[in-house]
DNA sequence: CCTACCGATCGGTAGG
DNA sequence: CCTACCGATCGGTAGG
């Protein structure tokens, strides 16, 4: 089967590699076991979903007794949270990191795809509950994390909306487009778990041509 | 803002309006009020999750208790299955329908864009246990949800493989394109969930747009 | 880090 | 369609 990727969008792509990599990582704070734990637990709620994850299953994992657990933890939601905004906290990062960079508003939208695929490649399972256990946080953190999610929003769809009037990008609905981004690259993390053996660079630069350059011959 | 939407592509959109309603449904079959149960209890699962929607949530969102649903279903797994077929079925009804109807693959390709969109703006909230709540299936269940799965990821990759034969559609990886595809109408339950209050008919052009032409000037 | 255990809630049944 | 109730499992704690 014919597998042409257009070589310029690769560049586009690979021009920024490994920025995530080096962001403030508050994971560094946590024990050694506590982070075992949190990547257990990442795995679990992936796979099961956060409700169907009992603390005993998640013990099990880590070759402990539930009990054992809240020694190095506060609660089930506790985990939940620890996730959601570790992960959380790298796109706000980064988003910053990209207003601020010189150069087109096309390329902070080229920069930000590349941002969703090269966290959905380091962190992959974090993200399934960023994208859908997170409505089982208990408040404040509900509030808190809906505040972030809305901001990373705005701001995205404010640099669309500049690339648009630059003159860059179709003038589409800028909401609209930032969907049909988001939910483009958010299958990564599922194809990635799908097809391990697949070169896993190759799957952002299909997607981002498909996204730029369209379907049509 | 500017709101500009290709007419050519509304066009290309609208020309198949409605096929999904008149396929077979056979959730006629059910009594009024095991359909008002299994339309309670999709809400429910898109809005929690299966496994956080207790049994009691779901009786009381139609005025009974937890006991005499019983009298209606079999069990909460029951519902699940019901929900998740009955779905499933009209994605597979509609496919064979578009295998066999005359026509260049793009077209297929625009039908089956097409189609979900149209069964997302139907069945707004089954799409929601169709795409994330089907693992809580049990056995057999589970294994004919992931043949039927299989097996329309199968067929839909052999039109669009089709299609860059016949030269309408670019020559990319294509079980990449297909999931760029799905996954870009895979949020419009949301999408729609969040904006009830816009037209539902712009939105599919919108996205065919932009998987079909690009974002690119 | 474990054993032993708690009250609450779960899906589901008996019987009318 | 309800009241009353079942055994199992839940998240979490006491105490060592």
New binding site residues.
């Given amino acids: 089967m014919p597998f042409l990727v257009s070589t310029a969008i690769i560049f586009l792509f690979d021009v920024k590699q490994a920025t995530v990599a080096s962001s403030p990582d508050q994971s560094a704070h946590y024990s050694e076991?506590k982070q075992e734990i949190l990547a257990a637990a990442a795995r679990l709620f992936r796979d099961r979903g956060y409700?169907a994850?009992?603390?005993?299953?998640l013990?099990g994992a880590v070759?402990?007794?539930?009990?054992?657990l809240?020694?190095?933890i506060?609660?089930?939601?506790?985990i939940l949270q620890a996730i959601c905004f570790s992960t959380a906290n790298k796109f706000m990062t980064a988003m910053k990191r990209i207003e601020d960079q010189p150069g087109s508003y096309l390329d902070k939208v080229k920069a930000l795809v590349n941002l969703h695929a090269e966290i959905a490649a380091i962190d992959l399972t974090s993200i399934a509950s960023l994208n859908d256990e997170w409505r089982h946080l208990p408040e404040p953190y509900l509030s808190e994390f809906l505040y972030l999610r809305r901001d990373y929003e705005r701001r995205f769809v404010a640099i669309l909306q500049k690339g648009m009037e630059e003159g860059n990008i179709r003038k589409l609905d800028p909401q609209v487009l930032f969907y049909t981004i988001l939910s483009s690259v958010r299958w990564l993390y599922d194809w990635r778990h799908k097809h391990p053996q697949q070169q896993a660079k190759e799957l952002p630069g299909q997607i981002t041509e498909i996204l730029l350059a369209g379907v049509l011959q």
């Fill in positions: 076991k409700s994850t009992s603390m005993r299953d013990a070759q402990l007794k539930a009990s054992s809240y020694n190095h506060d609660s089930k939601e506790d």
